[in-house]
């Protein structure tokens, strides 16, 4: 079974709107971290929000926001006034604690943003 | 912020070729490194994590004797891809996660730029 599950591939949005890029996710671990990076076709991976398994309020850096819902297991990436730079590749991952003690993330296929102007 | 350093961004070589690829934490020791692979339009594929001074893990599937993971110090990783084959191209990204130098409290994993590997 998947960990990490991002059903949308690609998204589409208008220059200044707000977009919510969906995650979902399954473990049986009582602590772990939920993870937004976004990856341009540059290739770097950059890190934009987390979110601990014990964290009361919503992330939030800058545009980006993180809507963490724990009991349905989903931690939606909301980007608030979107930019054309914003067009990339963006991945949810999860960070446990695996069996062989390190702890390793693991993620999502990703969702494609475009951004128009 | 912590920086994660990978050389070279790209490699085209011929088949038979093998190729290392290094990963360095700039201002911060990394106790762990990983090695993620990803094709055209795919996501981050773990393929081994080590920590420094032992031997890497590999996730089910990876060859070791293919894929050499070095973890030597705390500031330095490498990946030799030993005798490279066209099928062994494609997009190989470096992260690491450890401690700050002067703090204790442990880092989220940071990310190298990557690099493109082409086997002719």
């Known amino acids: 079974a998947q960990k990490i599950t991002q059903t949308q591939p690609g998204m589409f949005v208008q220059e200044k709107e707000a977009v919510t890029l969906d995650c979902t996710y399954d473990?049986?671990?009582?602590?772990?971290?939920l993870f937004w990076y976004k990856q341009p076709s540059s290739g770097e991976m950059i890190f934009l929000i987390y979110q601990g398994s014990y964290d009361e309020q919503n992330a939030t850096e800058g545009r980006y926001s993180l809507n963490f819902q724990k009991a349905r297991k989903s931690a939606n990436l909301v980007i608030s006034a979107s930019q054309l730079g914003d067009s990339a590749m963006y991945f949810c991952a999860m960070r446990e604690r695996a069996d062989s003690g390190y702890s390793t993330l693991t993620f999502g296929k990703g969702t494609m943003l475009l951004v128009s102007p | 912020g912590a920086v994660v350093s990978q050389h070279p961004s790209w490699v085209i070589c011929k088949s038979g070729t093998s190729v290392k690829i290094e990963c360095r934490s700039l201002d911060f020791q990394a106790t762990t490194m990983f090695w993620y692979r990803q094709f055209p339009k795919q996501s981050l594929m773990l393929m081994a994590t080590s920590n420094e001074g032992s031997k890497a893990t590999y996730e089910q599937g990876v060859e070791k004797d293919k894929f050499l993971i070095n973890h030597a110090s705390l500031t330095l990783s490498t990946l030799t891809v030993t005798s490279a084959h066209p099928e062994d191209s494609s997009f190989y990204i470096c992260?690491?996660?450890?401690?700050?130098?002067?703090?204790?409290?442990?880092?989220?994993?940071?990310f190298g730029d990557g690099t493109r590997l082409s086997i002719l």
């Open positions: 473990t049986s671990d009582q602590s772990y971290g």
């Open positions: 992260s690491a996660s450890g401690f700050l130098v002067g703090q204790t409290s442990n880092q989220p994993q940071h």
